[in-house]
Nanobody, 124 residues
Framework: QVKLVESGGGLVQAGDSLRLSCAASEGTLSRYAVGWFRQVPGKDHVFVAAVSWMPGTIYYADSLKGRFTISKDAATNTVYLQMNNLKPEDTAIYYC?????????????????WGQGTQVTVSS
C-alpha cells in the first residue's frame, strides 16, 4: 500500500510554468507505475502522463506532448510533472496515482491508489 501526496499547484498566468511533485507519505513509489491525471468539475479524471519505475517507460496524453514532462527521482522517491506554457484550459485539480503498469493507466485502467490532488489555475 502507498499513500500519495501532491504539491506544487497554484495560480499562474498563461504561458507560465509549474512543477508538481508526488511523494509517498507511506510506502514507496518504486513498487509502482506512477501517473498524473487531471479533473475539472463535473468531469471524469483525464490521463495526463505516467511512468513505470523500472525501466522508466513514459506515456503521455497526445494533446499534452511537448508541454508536459513526467520524471522520477529515485534518490528522493518522487515523481514530478513539469508543465510549461500553461494555458487556461489546463486549469484542473491534478492527481497523482499509482498502479501496476504505466501503459494500463495510459489506456484507461484505473490506478490502485490516488492522492488528494492539487489545484492548478491558469489565468488568461
Amino acid at each position: 500500500q502507498v499513500k500519495l501526496v501532491e504539491s506544487g499547484g497554484g495560480l499562474v498566468q498563461a504561458g507560465d510554468s509549474l512543477r508538481l511533485s508526488c511523494a509517498a507519505s507511506e510506502g514507496t513509489l518504486s513498487r509502482y507505475a506512477v501517473g498524473w491525471f487531471r479533473q475539472v468539475p463535473g468531469k471524469d479524471h483525464v490521463f495526463v502522463a505516467a511512468v513505470s519505475w523500472m525501466p522508466g517507460t513514459i506515456y503521455y496524453a497526445d494533446s499534452l506532448k511537448g508541454r508536459f514532462t513526467i520524471s522520477k527521482d529515485a534518490a528522493t522517491n518522487t515523481v514530478y510533472l513539469q508543465m510549461n506554457n500553461l494555458k487556461p484550459e489546463d486549469t484542473a485539480i491534478y492527481y497523482c496515482a499509482a498502479g501496476g503498469a504505466a501503459q494500463s493507466m495510459a489506456h484507461g485502467a484505473p490506478p490502485d491508489y490516488w492522492g488528494q490532488g492539487t489545484q492548478v489555475t491558469v489565468s488568461s
